[in-house]
């Protein structure tokens, strides 16, 4: 049985006075973090959890929800993650499925959580629960140890279609996940990460766990607010950010011709493909950019590239981190050369075991290869080029058709902030793809420009049937473009 000791109660020992957590209103250092822990895991024992048990949690960001996430696996259980982007009914199924015993919520969605037909727990309450005679005799029950093996979260993924999965994440996943991206970053005590991303999203609670083991600090915001981010930017506490391109062309635009401090090391960029346009803006800003790729079932990142790598490798996300494998391969599962696009498969450590709801005859093993459903290819040096997703491909006129080809291109036109291609019935060519663009002003876009511009790029085959304009394109949790609503949408206002 392979175990660890809980980073926080070691670095409550070690540095009991350097800070774990802080927002714009508080700060807790590492042995306070270490009390809140022990009270919150006191109380939820009290409350009638019980090791193995699952535990919802509806909230925004807070630093009582950093705790949560410590307290839930020092007692063995487990947390489902609820994405506040969702509806009471997904809610209520995700529970259903993950067969939850209570929902632990922040002030704000109290009353939302109630209809939730479950137990529902303030988190703010817990952290404040007094140590009596009871919670003594709990006390042995609270482990300074973390089982690697012990199933630590499920987080609910549907990718482009739509389809929730819950993926079933155990302690060791974002252990070793974590220990690789702090060697290849070099993250260290004294080095404070900006949580912007939520805490229901892989990449919001990766950062948790890379901070804790580093014993680096964790700057817990509510969300992303562009102003908000540049200013703690410049006041020179923030060393490193994880953001999609989305939130950084928001950030470089507010920025206008203002440079970054130095005090930033790095920002750690995924999510989405990096447009040509902003890999020309980094380099112009001299911008400490790591491109980077992962998924929820790998607890966070796969791939990523190392600070001192050259410029030109930001149109990549970066070489496989250590605990995980990574192959090109053909439908038959046969490994392509450099340079030959195909599937990208990967196994290790830091991956997923089963998904919610499935055998354990379907449990994967360590050495067992995931097929990820994404396309793309390694250049000679070993660098991943991630090109869309298998599943995307459509045949039209009998033609081979990938949207991202087509997002690429329209991405570089000037005037753009964002894009996204869906493909659409047609009577005479099967499919056609539709694009879906968000300008950067509305009043100077213009939908004939760019469809002149596109003819010059794309083979006449894959110039899109139609060109949509809207003011923002529906975004799921961490500012990803949302095929599902954007198909949803579309289907609405479109189909006769």
């Known amino acids: ?285 001299r911008l400490p950019v790591l491109t980077t790729y992962g998924m929820t079932e790998s607890a966070s990142q796969i791939t990523s590239m190392s600070p001192g790598d050259p410029a030109e490798k930001l149109s990549t996300s970066g070489k496989p981190l250590k605990y995980v494998q990574l192959r090109i391969v053909n439908s038959e599962g046969k490994g392509f050369p450099a340079g030959v696009e195909g599937e990208i498969i990967v196994k290790g450590k830091t991956l997923f075991r089963v998904y919610l709801d499935r055998n354990a005859e379907e449990k994967r093993a360590d050495d067992k290869w995931f097929f990820t459903g994404d396309k793309g290819y390694l250049d000679s040096d070993g660098y991943l080029t991630v090109t869309g997703r298998m599943d995307d491909m459509f045949v039209s006129g009998g033609e081979n058709i990938y949207p991202g080809e087509i997002e690429v291109e329209a991405a570089s036109y000037p005037h753009i902030r964002a894009c996204a291609v869906l493909a659409v019935d047609d009577t005479e060519w099967g499919k056609r793809p539709v694009l879906f663009v968000e300008p950067v002003e509305t009043r100077e876009f213009n939908e004939q420009d760019m469809a002149a511009y596109l003819k010059t790029r794309l083979p006449r085959i894959k110039i899109p049937e139609r060109i949509i304009s809207l003011n923002r394109l529906p975004r799921a949790a961490i500012g990803k473009i949302d095929y599902a609503a954007l198909r949803e949408l579309y289907q609405k206002k479109h189909s006769s």
């Open 1 to 285: 049985m392979e175990k660890t000791t809980c980073p926080i109660y070691t670095n409550s020992l070690r540095y009991p006075h350097r800070i774990a957590f802080y927002d714009s209103r508080h700060s807790i250092s590492f042995q306070e973090a270490e009390i809140r822990i022990r009270r919150m895991a006191q109380w939820l024992i009290m409350l009638g959890t019980k090791s193995g048990d699952r535990i919802g949690v509806l909230s925004q960001n807070s630093l009582d929800y950093a705790i949560g996430v410590y307290a839930i696996s020092r007692i063995g259980a487990s947390m489902v993650s609820l994405n506040l982007r969702l509806t009471e009914k997904d809610w209520k199924q995700q529970l259903a499925l993950s067969r939850c015993r209570r929902i632990l919520c922040d002030k704000n969605h109290y009353e939302r959580a109630k209809s939730l037909e479950l137990p529902v727990h303030i988190l703010e309450d817990g952290p404040q629960t007094s140590v009596n005679s009871k919670a003594e005799k709990v006390e042995r029950l609270i482990s300074e140890n973390i089982i690697l093996n012990n199933e630590a979260s499920v987080i609910f993924t549907s990718g482009r279609k739509g389809i929730p999965k819950g993926v079933i994440l155990t302690s060791g996943n974002y252990y070793y996940n974590a220990l690789a991206s702090n060697l290849n970053l070099g993250l260290a005590a004294g080095d404070c990460w900006l949580l912007s991303l939520p805490l229901y999203h892989v990449g919001g609670l990766s950062i948790l766990h890379r901070c804790a083991l580093a014993g680096a600090s964790v700057y817990v915001t509510h969300g992303f607010d562009c102003e908000e981010t540049n200013s703690l930017i410049d006041a020179s506490g923030i060393t490193h950010l994880s953001l999609v391109p989305t939130m950084l062309q928001r950030l470089i635009e507010s920025r206008g011709d203002e440079p970054m401090p130095d005090t930033v090391k790095v920002i750690l960029l995924g999510g989405a493909p990096v447009p040509k346009k902003m890999v020309e803006k980094i380099r112009q800003f």
